[in-house]
């Protein structure tokens, strides 16, 4: 998108002749945003000195800050269904990296787009630009610059931002005797995917449609990272599912983690269901809620749950750090064993 949105030399990036758009009329149609002019930011975080239509992009970092950077590749058939809706493929993209800058307490800034095409189609540009872009204004995120290709339809996007000198949250910060707590309802995904792909079934319309939208449209929860910076001692976006994510942060901080399965917070929606078994496996396991897990001291608690009702998102304590190794699971006071292993993309 910057001349780094080009075909590479020679044939290997060309475009098949059938295909409805050249490379550079792809991009100007659908990623150059009117109205943006480089060096004419909105704000601070927006500072492009030079974007789309160059070689690389120069970017001003706000005075005493740390960049964050983040990427993330989704891939048909693998991360989002050969048949979803390309708004939702879109606004994924840009989510699933939001997410890992809230874990971080990091304010999102820009991103550049890798874009690998089996044809270029212009309803589907328009219906992913749009997706990609209601999200970015959102949350004040400049695209400013990337790469497209033809091939299996893959979206890479890479996302940076900032957070104050010092002051980024990490996995391994935890302490001893702070408390576990996770962001909204776990779970949801995991049901909205096996509706998508008739799995199950939903007698209850509105339900249904809620499960399918959490799993397509997930809600990265930046505005209380930002707010849960300087109160919690680690976290960490729940993408591959709480069973594979919380052994990282507890691994990461030198410490156990014990965690009470029954007090996984469920929607009203994953409750409509009735499917309890299902519904404990998902919220352990399916991954892609791109929830917040977090570990803070308890003096912390009333502040961080205040937090999150200004953010609009509940807060439940699942459970502790401890001194050892590894993650004690259990159900009522009783130990117990995940059946489900979370999401391993080798596995």
């Avoid at 991103?111 to 990609?132: I, K, Q, S, V």
């Avoid at 910060?173 to 096996?194: I, S």
């Avoid at 509706?195 to 809620?210: K, N, P, T, V, Y």
């Amino acid at each position: 998108m910057n001349e780094a949105l080009h075909p590479e030399d020679g044939t290997a990036g060309r475009k098949p002749t059938q295909d409805p758009l050249g490379e550079f009329e792809l991009i100007a149609r659908f990623f150059t945003r009117p109205g943006r002019v480089p060096g004419d930011a909105d704000s601070e975080r927006d500072a492009v000195l030079l974007g789309i239509g160059d070689d690389a992009a120069l970017l001003r970092l706000p005075a005493g800050a740390d960049l964050v950077a983040a990427v993330d590749t989704i891939v048909a058939g693998r991360h989002f269904l050969a048949d979803c809706d390309p708004r939702a493929v879109g606004h994924r993209a840009l989510a699933v990296n939001l997410s890992d800058l809230a874990a971080m307490g990091a304010r999102p800034a820009w991103a550049t787009l890798a874009l690998t095409l089996p044809r270029a189609d212009p309803a589907w540009l328009e219906a992913f630009a749009r997706g990609l872009f209601e999200l970015a204004d959102r949350h004040h995120v400049a695209l400013v610059g990337g790469d497209t290709t033809s091939g299996p339809l893959t979206v890479s996007l890479q996302l940076l931002g900032h957070v104050p000198r010092g002051r980024g949250l990490r996995r391994g910060g935890g302490r001893a005797g702070d408390w576990l707590a996770v962001t909204g309802h776990l779970g949801d995904a995991g049901a909205g995917l096996a509706l998508a792909q008739g799995h199950i079934l939903c007698a209850d319309a509105a339900a249904a449609a809620e499960l399918r939208r959490r799993f397509e449209y997930p809600c990265p929860r930046v505005e209380f990272g930002l707010r849960a910076r300087d109160l919690a001692t680690a976290a960490m976006d729940l993408s591959d599912g709480l069973v594979a994510d919380l052994p990282k942060l507890a691994a990461a901080s030198g410490l156990k983690a014990l965690a009470h399965v029954e007090r996984l917070p469920l929607s009203p929606a994953m409750r409509t269901l009735g499917l309890p078994t299902e519904a404990e496996e998902w919220a352990l396991g399916a991954g892609d809620d791109y929830e917040l897990l977090l570990a803070f001291p308890p003096e912390n608690h009333a502040r961080l749950a205040a937090a999150a009702a200004q953010s609009g998102v509940e807060l439940t304590v699942i459970g502790e750090l401890q001194h050892g190794a590894g993650v004690c699971w259990t159900r009522q006071g009783t130990p117990y064993v995940p059946r489900v292993s979370g999401y391993d993309h080798f596995r």
